[in-house]
């Protein structure tokens, strides 16, 4: 009989002769595959995860994420939130932050202060750009998140907060495939996903894991966002693939669609990183056309979804 006594971070097992509780001295590497991981993560998770409910009051949740940090998940969310509002102002948009682990919602977003409760002791969304919802844990206030923690944290920023009523809830998340997706798409029905990748082969590659990991949890996949698909020379308008030209052998491989590109561009940059979004400060630019577009296709797949959900309460 073989005792685990200790692991390392490669999948090591230190084996011990039970018998003698002698050490053997013998490494073997277990055939555990990073697929069995996760299937074991997601077990244990399970048993502290909340039961799978839908915020009240509001009628669609969508994600934005990508395997890798840094390829402009916050600047798509953000973007693409406000693009709905503009396009449907009577549409009521919100969005969560829920990359606890490095929130940017608030900088991007240009939201400061505290969240109030309000008489329902629910958090009051911080507002800015009319009636987008933002929230946030403050940047000094993050901490190592772990597994449990994780999930009481997004339990509070989902339904301590009073988000109704709203029309569709944007969600961004953190890099990779980790405990804030599970707690997701276990707990709340998550109309679909936004897979947001840079066209380098690293990025795709990891995109193809956080593909995988929505097909498991059983979250649709809206489409594929390309962005810094290249930069454009302002000299002689020559394109430059920096990180390289693979999204759509990529895509076709996972049988997803592009469903915007959007190239390098220091003006969206500078947007972000000053709090106003490309969408309000440049309108008339090539990607806030192309965000509005993005936001149109976003809430014809929600429109869609409704009148699934509807059809299938009906039987
Ligand atoms: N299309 C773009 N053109 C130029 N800079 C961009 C573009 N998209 C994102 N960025 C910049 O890249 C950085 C990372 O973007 P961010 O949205 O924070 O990525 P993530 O959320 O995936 O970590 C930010 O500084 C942002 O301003
Ligand atoms: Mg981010």
Redesign the pocket.
Known sequence: MLTKVGNNVCGRFLLKNVNSLVPCNTFIKLKHTKDDVNAHRAKVMGRGLPEKKPLPGVKSIILVA?GK???????TAVNLACAMKVIEPDKEIGLLDADVFGP?VPLMMNISGEPMLNDDHLIEPLLNYGHVHGLLVSGENAVVWRGLMVMQALERLTRHVAWAPLDCLVVDTP?GTGDTHLSLAQSLPIDGALV?TTPQSAALQVTKRGVNMFDKLKVPIIGMVE??SHATCIECGARNHMFGNETRKSAEQMGLDIIES?????N??DC??SGKPAIYALPDSIHAEKYRKLANKVFKYIETKGKERAEASKQ
């Open positions: 990508s940090g840094g390829v402009g998940k916050t600047t940017s890099p947001v962005n810094m959007f190239e390098a561009d220091q969206m940059s972000i990183n």
